[in-house]
């Protein structure tokens, strides 16, 4: 296995949570709901996507999480793209029992 591919470690799975905590609440319910899904299969890559884009400011990390605008061309990684598209995941849907 590739060492992007590797999963993350306990501590650095820490620190990068610890790194992504946004002062934008909408950011950080994006960020929330991706933790929540991919935390147990992060891998190597993914973080380091995720690292880059917690560089932007908030208003820029916000549109690039809803599409409103795209990734300038030094940030448009193969990491940043793949994370990306795993943060704008819609909700998942709960089917109510009514």
Known sequence: MQDDQQPLDARSLGKLKWRCRRGLLENDLFIERFFKRYEATLTQRQA??????????????MDLLLGRKTPPEELATEEVCEVLQLLRQPPDVVASSL
């Open 48 to 61: 380091r996507g995720l690292t880059l884009l917690t560089d932007l400011s908030d208003n820029d990390l």
